[in-house]
């Protein structure tokens, strides 16, 4: 099958993964193919014949964030057997991804073609020194251009099936979601750095975030999926957590700055 048009459906919570998308989106262009970027949640749109589908999203807490998961899950069947590649971003194991995705994207009618997981520096826990930053996100992005031009030549390779590892994804989703709210509903805005600027309502994933109308500062509920682009990305650093810095180091991925994160830029190369 000739690839003559990308779609890119991305999401990235401090950077890495948003690295990796430039990366494969410069390449792609490189060898004339057109590229159109989406952002995770958001519409998907339905491919034609010469159409890839590219996903790209971190892997933490032994999966990719659970709202991506269920956005995966309301695609359309597209019965057309486009090729379908996925990229994740992880500082160390990928846990249970490649075979859920790969299950999940032939019951929606795909191909599954190609994944590639990326090593990139933590977020969480530990963040290594600027120059070590640099230097993986220079690596990661030489290993994605690198596997641009395989799903081109159709050198890129997806495993089998695995029946058990599926069934264990399904049972830890609900588990993961529901730990990601407790610690989620931990982070909170500092009342002397928080002007109610409302940048963390806006660019929250999951709408986790909303204004108290008494005092215009941010809440938070349940529904956090742990992108920590609140913590990260807040223009005042007013955002905290009763969890820091016990497992949240301040990191934004190299290049990485807040209009880059919002959902607004998204769109097509």
Known sequence: MEIK?????????????LNAVRTFCASMKQKN?????????????????????????????????????????????????????VVTTKAGVS????????????????????IDELIMPSNIFYVADELTNVESTASA???????????LEGNCQW?????????????????????????????????HKCNGCGECVRFC???NITMQDTASVPVWGW?????????????????TSHLA????PKYRAPGVNLKDISPAYSQED
């Open 95 to 114: 846990g249970l991804v490649k075979e859920p995705l790969r299950n999940l994207l032939e019951s929606k009618g795909f191909t599954p073609y190609g």
């Open 159 to 191: 495993k089998h099936k695995n029946f058990f590892v599926n069934m264990a994804y399904r049972f830890l989703r609900p588990f993961i979601k529901y730990s990601y709210g407790i610690t989620g509903s931990m982070f909170f805005a500092q009342s």
């Open 223 to 239: 529904r956090c999926t742990q992108c920590l682009k609140c913590y990260n990305f807040c223009p005042h650093n007013a955002v």
């Open 33 to 85: 193919i057109s590229v159109i970027r989406k952002p995770i949640p958001g519409n998907f749109l339905r491919p034609v014949e010469g159409d890839m589908v590219v996903f790209m999203m971190p892997v933490y807490s032994f999966g990719i964030p659970v709202f991506v998961w269920e956005w995966m899950e309301e695609i359309p069947k597209i019965n057309t057997g486009n090729p379908a590649v």
């Open 245 to 248: 810095p016990l497992i949240y």
């Open 141 to 151: 992005k030489n290993e994605v251009s690198k596997f641009a031009d395989s799903c």
């Open 205 to 207: 994933p999951t709408a």
């Open 5 to 17: 048009r990308i779609y890119v459906y991305w999401f990235s919570g401090t950077g890495n993964t």
